[in-house]
């Protein structure tokens, strides 16, 4: 968690460096920063706290889009976040309802959505299905794989179960107290 939300710029690092593209992603500038922003997005654990309580799906799908600078204008965003929310599975009306409306699967797929608003290349998934109940747990990885294909995104998949790591990712390592202890392919 702490190195997904050094890579995603939520937290500095107080030693050594994160390299993205070449680049120390440390030492950007405002610009660069803010493209980086735009092509690393992450998906918060807790679906219950990640979306504000205040803003429509809507809103919350249209708000990076608008920040930035996505879409013609705001019929086009709300046009572009109601596309990708029947997209990850939800109704159509789903959009016009607040995050207290959902359960916590749902909550979940208007996280990734949000996500997707900003056609990045990089998503960290942060323990991103271990709040939510097996059976849904399976619906959300399987559409988490669809979407990658679909938009070829890269994963970093962070979770303690290893078993859902197995089955997501390509390539694993295994950290313990900030080190990495083993690496490898993921069979």
Known sequence: TTLGRMIARLIEPSAGSIRFDGRDIAALDERAQR???????????????????????GQILTEPMKIHGIGDNDADRFERAAALSRRVGLAADSVY???????????????IARCLTMKPDVVICDESVS????????????????????????YIFISHDLAVVKYMADDMLVMS????????DSD
């Open 177 to 184: 107290e900030g080190a990495i202890v083993e690496r490898g």
């Open 131 to 154: 709040a939510l109940d097996v059976s849904v747990q399976a619906t959300v990885l399987n559409l988490l794989l669809d979407l990658q294909d679909e938009f070829g995104m890269t």
């Open 97 to 111: 309802k607040y995050p207290h409306e959902f359960s916590g699967g749902q909550r979940q797929r208007i996280a």
């Open 35 to 57: 493209e980086l922003r735009r092509s690393v997005q992450i998906i918060f654990q807790n679906p219950y706290a990640s979306l504000n309580p205040r803003f429509t799906v």
